[in-house]
């Protein structure tokens, strides 16, 4: 049964948590699986990852301002991807790697996914600022599932407020390696998430994120 959670909750048990319900939108939920993979299989998934996918920095515009993206990212999937000022033209040429874990997590979450924006935070200082996943190419309630390798990362959810009235409900998943974690439903449209800057000192992560993209002009309310 999914759990209701708290403003401001920290998150590392495996659980279907409901962010929010709302009669305009419907609910918002996030399923996170700390034990997706075993260890043995995160270490090498990493290392097949490392050595079959090239990663690449990308100029895109925050708040009016050009710059690299404080990551680096490879795209794989059958349409274009659009965020921002970055566009990821159509990739078939999925490495093996990604081919068996899309297989693996396709299985585990009943879902067809076509596509993956694999990013590399390389250290302390690499991030991603607070955005919402909602890209028309995506659907109305788009499925997010990601899966984290390598160094823990702190993944935080706010809730949209356009008064700033609730910018203090917060959720935090540590997200460690070999984890799974998939936003579903209203979550796109109601909140948005981050992968905060590390003060200390940390090593590379690898994170996964699968989705379905559907081709330009689709009217589907998916």
Request: glycine letters at 4%; hydrophobic letters at 30%.
């Amino acid at each position: 049964m999914a759990e209701k959670v708290t403003p401001k909750k920290i998150i590392t048990e495996s659980g279907d948590y409901i962010l929010s319900e709302t009669c305009s939108n419907g609910k918002s939920s996030v399923v996170y699986i700390a034990d997706f993979l075993s260890a043995a299989e995160s270490s090498t998934l990493f290392d097949q990852i490392q050595q079959q996918v090239t990663f690449e920095s990308f100029t895109n515009t925050f708040d009016g301002v050009t710059e690299l993206e404080p990551k680096q990212i490879a795209w794989y999937g059958e349409h274009p991807y659009t965020y921002g000022a970055v566009t990821h033209e159509p990739n078939m040429n999925w490495p093996s790697a990604l081919q068996s874990i899309k297989t693996k997590l396709e299985e585990q979450i009943n879902c067809d996914l076509n596509s993956v924006l694999c990013n590399l935070y390389r250290d302390k200082h690499d991030y991603v600022s607070w955005h919402t996943d909602g890209e028309p190419e995506l659907g109305l309630h788009p499925t997010i599932a990601s899966v984290s390798l390598g160094e823990t990362r702190q993944f935080v959810l706010r809730r949209i407020n356009n008064n700033k009235e609730n910018n203090d409900v917060t959720y935090t998943f540590p997200l460690c390696a070999g984890s799974l974690l998939v936003m579903k439903g209203a979550t796109q449209q109601d909140w948005e998430h981050c992968i905060l800057q590390e003060t200390q000192e940390c090593q590379p992560r690898i994170n996964l994120t699968f989705r379905r993209i559907y081709p330009p002009n689709h009217t589907g309310t998916d």
